[in-house]
Nanobody
């Protein structure tokens, strides 16, 4: 019902920045809560950012707070994740997720690889 396609991943040096994008289709984007997650090899999937359907509220774990910023453009059906001051431990596959209820994610993208070199 919702298709999500991430882009913007790549290789960056520690201290650098990347901006991920997630394009959504198939359902009214402006009614969806959106989130970003990541999964490193051998580790569980980790929540890194969330944003309400209106964009009025955002959520971050302590591990990325102050470095990552989530935003959305409902006119473009796109959510972004701006990542600054990247660290090697940020290396992971990053996934975009969507849900009707904030914090409950029913739809997932295929992921985009982010690699931070030291």
């Amino acid at each position: 019902q919702v298709q999500l396609v991430e882009s913007g991943g790549g290789l960056v040096q520690a201290g650098g920045s990347l901006r991920l994008s997630c394009a959504a289709s198939g359902r009214t984007f402006s009614r969806l809560a959106m989130g970003w997650f990541r999964q490193a090899p051998g580790k569980e999937r980790e929540f890194v950012a969330g944003i309400t359907w209106s964009g009025s509220s955002t959520f971050y774990p302590d591990s990325v707070k102050g470095r990552f910023t989530v935003s959305r453009d409902n006119a473009k059906n796109t959510v972004y994740l701006q990542m600054n001051s990247l660290k090697p431990e940020d290396t992971a596959v990053y996934y975009c997720a969507a849900g009707v209820v904030q914090g409950v994610y029913d739809f997932w993208g295929q992921g985009t690889q982010v690699t931070v070199s030291s």
